[in-house]
């Protein structure tokens, strides 16, 4: 069983910076598929970034890449998002995730993740 503690988060004006922090807890997690996902008032949840297993690149959403940045440590089985350049429309709760193994074409489906963290709100004013 993973479970999955969120930290960081808040509120920051518009090209700010922010991070969040995932600590995942349970059997190592080296053969896990992990991720961000957020959701924004009255929309469904939509992928940030994930790392596959033994893929030192992550996967990034094309509405974050270049400025969001995400970095797993399996020894210390954490995640972390380092965001910047902030916008308004990056307002949202995030919420790391996690799941065994995943192919490619999965890895940014949110139903196919077996474990989230509660969620951490980010907000960017204008």
């Known amino acids: 069983q993973v479970q999955l503690e969120q930290s960081g988060g808040g509120s920051v004006q518009a090209g700010g910076s922010l991070s969040l922090s995932c600590a995942a807890s349970?059997?190592?997690?080296?053969?896990?598929?992990m991720a961000w996902f957020r959701q924004a008032p009255g929309k469904e949840r939509e992928f940030v970034a994930a790392h596959r297993p033994y893929n030192s690149n992550p996967l990034y959403a094309a509405s974050v890449k270049g400025r969001f940045t995400s970095s797993r440590d399996n020894a210390k089985k954490m995640l972390d998002l380092q965001m910047t350049s902030l916008k308004p429309e990056d307002t949202a709760v995030y919420y790391c995730?996690?799941?065994?193994?995943?192919?490619?074409?999965?890895?940014?489906?949110?139903?196919?993740?077996?474990?989230w963290g509660l969620g951490t709100q980010v907000t960017v004013s204008s």
């Open positions: 349970g059997p190592t997690l080296n053969s896990y598929t």
């Open positions: 995730a996690a799941t065994t193994g995943l192919i490619l074409s999965y890895v940014t489906d949110e139903t196919k993740y077996d474990y």
